[in-house]
């Protein structure tokens, strides 16, 4: 087997995603066809013509917004509080990989994470050098070529995954860019022990190397974390946007049809008869008839003229409707019902079905980023079990009810809750401010006069 050999189940997808992804980056001009093989002219014109809703790309950034209307809670332990600002290494925190890769689930429907460890020259991790840290390195599902899991002690165990890393190099003579590919794995030996190998485009080897721990031991797992759509296994999840992305091509593909029609017959045009042949009408009116109201013709005897226009065609038009009913139906966060604000509960009505698969991907990616936080600390230490990742869930700003508040303090005081978890549930509805911590909060009790509701005296003095 080949190191670039792809995986059977990644040929089976990579059409689907890009389709999706050349609708949401709105590069869809392929799947306009050619109107007319013998007149280049027209099937330029035609694709051209085509204007392209993109209710695909709009719903990718609506669902998005949903998530991250809220901050993620993120609690880590202190030897993993630089990944909260800089998780990647480019200054990219753990929330913009989060939201980085909920855009590429819901466009492909997998994603990777590999947390790579770092090391001194001499190959082994070093903990304790400032600069040297563990990182979380976000993989799209195309660059994820080839993979083998397999169960051993009934449980799941990656013992390889292969993945595609194009990469742009500056040349010898320091101005040109050249584009070449490499291919990274990701493998445990026969021993179990966990390996890294780079090789070039020529599959040559570039660069091999067994990562250890905080205490130089290797590694007896591949620090990979899989996020999917459905589950976080090594199967391969339909893409949530790929029937949205289907319609939106339809709809691109009747609006070339629509713009062409309106084009093409849209004008009146004007049709001459009479007694005059061709050559007599030419001399007569050397420059055509133009239209207008200060233009006037005389014809001859017998002669006529009238216009003619289409009536109006409106089968392409009908269809580009037809599949914004469709789009709204799956749940494009483009289409919106007439008539003011929509309130929260109608929106989650209508958008429940969707809304529910959102809900199933925010929770994978939680799982997923706190495992591969967690396998940060075998290189950088800290408590794995203090580590806690957790996305906006709720989608929509809820209502408070008195009565169920009252009940969650009847709760609190029976012992069946915690005051964080009230706290928690108040943030969601509004009543307390979501970006302020316990601490602020207890604070603020305590300066707080019970009678007055201001700040009691002893602050003031």
Do not use: C
């Amino acid at each position: 087997m080949a190191i670039n050999s792809i995986h059977p189940d990644y040929k089976a997808h990579l059409h689907r995603w890009e389709l999706v992804n050349s609708i949401v980056d709105s590069q869809a001009e392929r799947f306009i066809r050619n109107v007319d093989v013998n007149d280049d002219s027209r099937s330029k014109s035609y694709k051209e013509g085509a204007i392209l809703t993109n209710f695909t790309a709009l719903t990718k950034e609506g669902l998005t917004g949903l998530v991250f209307r809220r901050d993620p809670k993120q609690k880590l332990p202190d030897e993993l509080q630089y990944l909260i600002k800089d998780a990647v290494g480019d200054d990219r925190g753990l929330a913009a990989l989060a939201k980085q890769s909920l855009g590429e689930v819901m466009q492909t429907g997998r994603a990777g994470l590999l947390t790579d460890f770092p090391r001194s020259k001499g190959g082994v991790s070093i903990a304790d050098t400032e600069d040297l840290k563990a990182r979380i390195i976000p993989y799209k599902a195309s660059n994820i070529i080839n993979w083998n899991v397999e169960r051993v002690n009934n449980k799941s165990v990656v013992k390889f995954i292969v993945l595609y890393e194009p990469t742009l190099e500056l040349q010898a003579d320091g101005f040109e860019w050249e584009l070449t590919d490499k291919y990274r794995v990701l493998s445990l030996d026969a021993d179990g022990n966990y390996y890294q190998a780079l090789y070039n485009e020529d599959l040559e080897l570039l660069d091999f190397v067994f990562p250890t721990d905080k205490h130089g031991n290797n590694l007896k797992v591949v620090p990979w974390s899989f996020i999917g759509a459905s589950d976080n296994n090594e199967e391969i999840d339909k893409a949530p946007l790929y029937d949205l992305a289907v319609l939106n091509i339809g709809h691109y593909r009747n609006s070339a049809d629509y713009e062409e029609s309106v084009f093409v017959v849209g004008q009146p045009t004007i049709f001459v008869s009479g007694s005059w042949g061709i050559e007599e009408f030419k001399e007569a009116l050397p420059q055509g008839i133009k239209f207008g109201s200060r233009a006037g013709y005389f014809l001859g005897e017998g002669g006529n003229a009238s216009l003619v226009q289409a009536n109006p065609n409106q089968l392409a038009e009908e269809a580009m409707k037809s599949k914004l009913k469709q789009a709204a139906f799956i749940g494009a966060r483009l289409i919106s019902e007439p008539g003011g604000r929509e309130t929260a509960e109608a929106a989650r009505l209508r958008y429940s079905s969707q809304n529910s698969a959102l809900h199933t991907l925010v929770l994978n990616l939680d799982a997923a980023i706190t495992k591969a936080i967690g396998f940060a600390t075998l290189f950088m230490g800290g408590d794995k079990e203090s580590i806690e990742f957790k996305l906006n869930r709720q989608f929509y700003d809820e209502t408070a009810d008195p009565n169920l508040i009252a009940q969650s303090i009847m709760l609190f005081d029976r012992g069946l809750v915690s005051r964080e978890e009230i706290r928690d549930d108040l943030k969601q509805k509004n009543v307390l401010d979501i970006d302020k911590t316990i601490e602020e909060l207890d604070e603020e009790l305590l300066n707080t006069d019970p009678f007055l509701g201001g700040d009691n005296g002893d602050n003031n003095k």
